[in-house]
């Protein structure tokens, strides 16, 4: 009598299970699926937020404007947070027509980057409003991407993104792929030395004026 109730409890428990299961895909409820070489989430959302690339070596990346779920077209709304830290083998990336922004983290440590491309007319923006994940540019990218990132945008749109919060900090801006020639990768090497230069100069001048105020609060005691 007790094996038969332990088997009906399991019998019951499996049945809830399943139907829990069931009923999650029928509503197209997503917690965090895998396509491809991205990791997606959803929290009841009827978009996808593309949270990691999970091949750290990839040197081109198309990020799909919509994911199928169970028969249902999820568009990606968002990259984010940390989404591709650490892709340093990453040359290409294409938003493709991502709806949203991106978070905090989404392109640090990728420091060959050369291509952003984005099928959006409008520019994409960041969620500073986010209520973990809120940021400013510098914190999504590297500085030196401004130099050494060529962004591609649909054609007539270049002022849009000149003129637009983040977006306009990049020195290249323009409606077709680049080829070898206009990546100028001493020129920009050169630049990022420059700026390099110009920040050790800088730190030291703070060491400077820190040590003057140092000897003169001496002098006052």
Known sequence: MK?????????????????????????????????GIFLYSNWDAPYLTLDTCLDMTVTEVKVPDAVNWYGRE??????????F???RNLV??????????????????????????????EPPMLN????????????VIEPYHTLSTIIVVPE????????????????????HMPSGNELHMDEIDVQINNLESQLEKLRQQE?????????LRKAME
């Open 3 to 35: 094996t038969f109730s332990k088997i009906l409890l399991v019998l019951v428990v499996l049945g809830v299970a399943l139907g829990v299961a069931v009923d999650g895909h029928a509503s197209g409820r997503i917690r965090r699926i895998t396509q």
């Open 74 to 83: 999820y568009p990606i709304a968002e990259i984010g947070p940390g989404a």
């Open 85 to 87: 830290r650490g892709c």
């Open 92 to 121: 290409v990336l294409d938003l493709g027509s991502m709806v949203g922004g991106l978070l905090k983290g989404a392109l640090l440590d990728c420091p060959n980057l050369r291509v952003i491309k984005t099928g959006r007319k």
């Open 128 to 139: 500073n409003n986010h209520p973990f994940y809120g940021c400013t540019w510098d914190e």
């Open 156 to 175: 007539g749109c270049e002022e849009a993104y000149r003129k637009a919060p983040g977006w306009k900090e990049f020195k290249v801006i323009q409606s």
């Open 207 to 215: 060491r400077r004026l820190e040590e003057e105020i140092n000897a």
